[in-house]
């Protein structure tokens, strides 16, 4: 037998089991209406499948996570996000004093604000203002940068 026949008879079958494999697949009868698609494994959880591994404490923190997420964004979903903040200087000293006083830092200052180019610099430092870090702000997207 020529091996051009039997290459083309083993593809023709291989063709023919997967496109088999397919129709039946698809042919699958529904289930009833209404019932819920039967799930295996455990249930989807909120963090996605990767989460639905997640036990013990890491995994109990990280749904307390979402929640906290899920009802800050529920709690603040009339504030639409601008696509360019136009930041300036006070709205910079604003941003970074309520990011220590939300993170319930009450003794460090922000010194220094200024424009620096197409960013605005400022300082972070101490009560007696030892600075501690330098920053910079960009004034479209509110993204902040060390710088030392």
């Known amino acids: 037998m ?6 083309t008879a083993v593809a ?9 494999g397919v129709m ?21 959880m909120a963090g996605g499948p990767w989460m639905a591994r997640g036990q013990g404490q890491f995994g109990d923190r990280m749904r307390e996570h979402f929640a906290r997420r899920r009802e800050m964004m529920r709690v603040f979903s009339l504030v639409y996000r601008a ?9 910079v000293q604003k941003i970074v004093e309520g990011f220590l006083l939300w ?7 922000v010194m220094n604000v200024k424009a620096d180019g197409d960013a605005i610099a400022f300082d972070l430092a101490t009560g007696d203002g030892s600075v501690i870090a330098h920053y910079t702000m960009d004034p479209k997207t509110g993204r902040p940068t060390r710088k030392g």
């Open 24 to 44: 039946i697949s698809w042919a699958q009868p529904a289930g009833p209406p209404g019932a819920p698609p039967a799930l295996s494994g455990p249930p989807p």
């Open 2 to 7: 020529n091996s051009k026949v039997v290459v």
């Open 103 to 109: 993170n319930g830092n009450h003794t460090w200052k």
């Open 83 to 91: 696509d360019d903040r136009h930041l300036t200087p006070p709205d």
């Open 12 to 20: 023709a079958f291989v063709l023919g089991t997967i496109t088999t």
